[in-house]
């Protein structure tokens, strides 16, 4: 939420954390931006990635998986001010 306050509008703040728990992941991510007291809206974050990653899923966010991609379960978010 601090993130978000202090970018301006049209800037942009990324949220990555290595964790698949819905709720370290997609709820704080939502519930932060809703809870910011500003607008944001969500970049699509799958072409942040190497061309060609296999099962990104349907966007704007990112769950990464140990077994999929080797890498740990990180997950990324992108979010741009709008005011």
Known sequence: MAALR???PGGVVAYVTCSPHMVETQVTVSEGAR???????FVD???????????LGAGPTVQLWPHRHGTD?????????TS
Request: avoid cysteine.
């Open 35 to 41: 809870r910011s007291g500003v607008e944001v809206d």
């Open 73 to 81: 379960a990180m997950f990324l978010a992108v979010l741009r001010r």
């Open 6 to 8: 202090a970018v301006r």
């Open 45 to 55: 974050a799958r072409p942040l990635l190497p061309p060609g990653m296999p099962g």
